[in-house]
């Protein structure tokens, strides 16, 4: 079992910044994909940044320039810097985790419990 615990999400004015953590936690073998996600009111699911086990990243194309995505591998964590907000960038943000698990090596993918934020003057 893998357990996701995120934090940093809230209120913050256009142009500010928030940084989001989401760190791993269970019977993890080795973490590969890394990502996170988000959800506005009304619209699906969609993913906002990913980094892979060396370190290769994707950003939607609505982020990017503006949010960073990074791992510590040492604590099984990922974060996303998000400056210069903007108030379509509110939604509630997931992240995601992928790997293999300890003992049986089989392969696991999870979800954070999700932490809003929300862009707002």
């Known amino acids: 079992q893998v357990q996701l615990v995120e934090s940093g999400g809230g209120l913050v004015q256009p142009g500010g910044s928030l940084r989001l953590s989401c760190a791993a936690s269970?019977?993890?073998?080795?973490?590969?994909?890394m990502g996170w996600y988000r959800q506005a009111p009304g619209k699906q699911r969609e993913v906002v940044a990913t980094?892979?086990?060396?370190?290769?990243?994707n950003y939607a194309d609505s982020v990017k320039g503006r949010f960073t995505i990074s791992r510590d591998n040492t604590k099984n964590t990922v974060y996303l810097q998000m400056n210069s907000l903007k108030p379509e960038d509110t939604a509630v943000y997931y992240c995601?985790?992928?790997?293999?698990?300890?003992?049986?090596?089989?392969?696991?993918?999870?979800w954070g419990q999700g932490t809003q934020v929300t862009v707002s003057s």
């Open positions: 995601n985790v992928q790997g293999m698990v300890a003992r049986t090596f089989s392969d696991f993918r999870s």
């Open positions: 269970g019977s993890i073998f080795r973490i590969t994909a």
């Open positions: 980094i892979n086990s060396i370190g290769n990243m």
